[in-house]
């Protein structure tokens, strides 16, 4: 069974950056981060392919946030750097694991395992 847990969310101003981790055990071929704002759909934030590590970026966040990973034998680490965040990144964050092959980067459905989530406010 494959476990997700999140850490490092919290508040900070426009501009500011803050580094999302979740530590991963169990198998898994792709990593990635959601998110869901109050009233909002949950969306894709960030994708990568644990053997690649080959990304994929909501077009939000391109060139401001940075998705890695540190692995080990089924064990991961994997990271949501986010620089320059802005009001509208305020979200409750989850981390998401499969052991799929292929599929769509950012359908929730395609996603088997989920963190509890982390919370991060960017106040103007």
């Known amino acids: 069974q494959v476990q997700v847990v999140e850490s490092g969310g919290g508040s900070v101003q426009t501009g500011g950056s803050l580094k999302l981790s979740c530590a991963v055990s169990g198998y898994t071929t792709r990593l990635a981060w959601f998110r869901q704002a109050p009233g909002k759909d949950r969306e894709g934030v960030a994708r990568?392919?644990?053997?690649?590590?080959?990304?994929?970026?909501a077009d939000s966040v391109k060139g401001r946030f940075t998705i890695s990973q540190d692995r080990a034998k089924d064990r991961a680490t994997v990271f949501l750097q986010m620089n320059n965040l802005k009001p509208e990144d305020s979200a409750m964050y989850y981390c998401?694991?499969?052991?799929?092959?292929?599929?769509?980067?950012?359908?929730?459905?395609?996603?088997?395992?989920w963190g509890q989530g982390t919370q991060v406010t960017v106040s103007s």
């Open positions: 990568i392919l644990t053997g690649s590590g080959s990304t994929v970026y």
């Open positions: 998401a694991a499969t052991a799929r092959l292929s599929g769509p980067s950012f359908k929730e459905s395609y996603w088997d395992y």
